[in-house]
């Protein structure tokens, strides 16, 4: 069972560079999330999807931008990368309904110099 | 916003008990979740409340104060592969969970 594909696994990128982490998944479900991972500060919510076509800002949306052409994939894009991105990135669903339960993505390690 | 906190570190030996505390103010509320993430690897569900009280699932027992923003997370009979961190969530009532910052739980022989 695939569950979420992130891709690329760990990337090393140069400032000012652009970026997209490629999310994608198979159950089917409505809402899809991003979130940052830093030591000392746990998830942060970056942006979100309720459903297909539709978007939200989270705590952290700045620097940040994400598209929902359909309901399987979620991209999400660093415009002109910076230091402070650096982080581990967690892609996540949920069917939107009953508890909201969050099923997460292996995560993206991305490392801007 | 959400503010959610809970212990950075506790540690524990193997086959004890260990109670990991979680206090929440929030705009909304429509349940508490519970996380575990081992180094490297992506969160896993653990438990939700939403209704007040316990919640068991085999070693795992988690409760819900609402009156009081209060959560905790009980881990009975540690074992070693319980090492991990855990994470308190709390859902806002638009299926957006915010995260405390997680507990690092080292279990000892």
């Known amino acids: 069972t695939a569950g979420i594909t992130q891709a690329p696994t760990s990337q090393i990128l140069a400032a000012g560079r652009s970026m997209t982490l490629r999310c994608t998944q198979d159950?089917?479900?409505?809402?899809m999330y991003w979130y940052r991972q830093d030591l000392g500060l746990g998830l942060r919510l970056i942006h979100y999807?309720?459903?297909?076509?539709?978007?939200g800002k989270g705590e952290v949306p700045d620097g940040y931008s994400v598209s929902r052409a359909n309901t399987d994939d979620f991209p999400l894009t660093l415009a002109s990368a910076v230091p402070s991105q650096t982080s581990v990135y967690f892609c996540?669903?949920?069917?939107?309904?009953?508890?909201?339960?969050?099923?997460f993505g292996e995560g993206s390690r991305l490392t801007v110099l | 916003g959400q503010n959610i906190d809970q212990p950075t570190e506790m540690t524990a030996t193997e086959g004890a008990i260990v109670q990991i505390n979680c206090t929440y103010q929030?705009?909304?509320?429509?349940?508490l979740f519970w996380y575990q993430q081992h180094a490297g690897e992506a969160p896993t569900f653990l438990s939700y409340n939403v209704l007040d009280g316990l919640e068991e699932k085999g070693r795992f027992s988690s409760f819900l104060s609402r009156s009081k923003g209060y959560s905790y997370l009980l881990l009975k009979e540690l074992q070693m592969k319980d090492s991990a961190s855990y994470l308190c969530?709390?859902?806002?009532?638009?299926?957006?969970?915010?995260f405390g910052a997680g507990t690092t739980v080292t279990v000892r022989a």
């Open positions: 969530a709390v859902s806002d009532g638009d299926y957006k969970l915010s």
């Open positions: 999807s309720n459903t297909a076509g539709t978007t």
């Open positions: 159950m089917r479900h409505n809402a």
């Open positions: 929030t705009s909304g509320f429509n349940g």
């Open positions: 996540a669903s949920s069917d939107g309904k009953n508890t909201g339960e969050l099923f």
